[in-house]
T-cell receptor, first 109, second 115 residues
Framework: GQNIDQPTEMTATEGAIVQINCTYQ??????LFWYQQHAGEAPTFLSY??LDGLEEKGRFSSFLSRSKGYSYLLLKELQMKDSASYLC??????????WGAGTKLIIKP | ETGVTQTPRHLVMGMTNKKSLKCEQH?????MYWYKQSAKKPLELMFV???????ENNSVPSRFSPECPNSSHLFLHLHTLQPEDSALYLC??????????????FGAGSRLTVL
């Protein structure tokens, strides 16, 4: 079956770096998405990877390894506003999104 | 403002009530979606509309009935719901459905509680 695994919860310190991992098993692959969702708010798009490697966007970077079925989201210089849930989703051969349950990131001062 | 507006934001209903959730987007997108989000569970796709035609129905119980009168509006009609239907219902839109890196723009959701 198709499956996405990501940690349920992570805690990090303001100013530090955190890496949120995501492993996926899908029937075919057409890319991997990361979304951020603050409590009570809409999920918002962060990144899309379809080729192996690292994509950097300011303090956030996303990495993909297709051969390992693995991605991570790297957040640098953490700020209190980065406290949110981070959703990983892989797109299968039918262009259907397979979602993870999300990782709740708690930032402490 | 995310570009996708959902109303109401909160809804409490009894199992015998009939209510509707509304979603509106003015992004010029051609595809609209209903998702169910339950605590600590992955997003569940319920319905997909592309150019006002339903293209996906993931075996959703008939007590949920979608309606897409035009490309900017999407409704979810609710009838005879069960307590396990309590969840956050998210509407989303994208430029197209299907092939390509279709980035979803989500609304903030309608929090539904069924008593």
């Amino acid at each position: 079956g198709q499956n996405i695994d990501q940690p349920t919860e992570m805690t990090a310190t303001e100013g530090a770096i955190v890496q949120i991992n995501c492993t996926y098993q899908t029937s075919g692959f057409n890319g991997l998405f990361w979304y951020q969702q603050h409590a009570g708010e809409a999920p918002t798009f962060l990144s899309y990877n379809v080729l192996d490697g690292l994509e950097e966007k300011g303090r956030f970077s996303s990495f993909l390894s297709r051969s390992k079925g693995y991605s991570y989201l790297l957040l640098k210089e953490l700020q209190m506003k980065d406290s949110a849930s981070y959703l990983c989703a892989a797109m299968d051969s039918n262009y259907q999104l397979i979602w993870g349950a999300g990782t709740k990131l708690i930032i402490k001062p | 403002e995310t570009g996708v507006t959902q109303t109401p934001r909160h809804l409490v209903m009894g199992m015998t009530n009939k209510k509707s959730l509304k979603c509106e987007q003015h992004l010029g997108h051609n595809a609209m979606y209903w998702y169910k989000q339950s605590a600590k569970k992955p997003l569940e796709l319920m319905f997909v509309y592309s150019l006002e035609e339903r293209v996906e129905n993931n075996s959703v119980p008939s007590r949920f009935s979608p309606e897409c009168p035009n490309s900017s509006h999407l409704f979810l009609h609710l009838h005879t719901l069960q307590p396990e239907d309590s969840a956050l219902y998210l509407c989303a839109s994208s430029q197209d459905s299907g092939a390509g890196a279709n980035v979803l723009t989500f609304g903030a959701g309608s929090r539904l509680t069924v008593l």
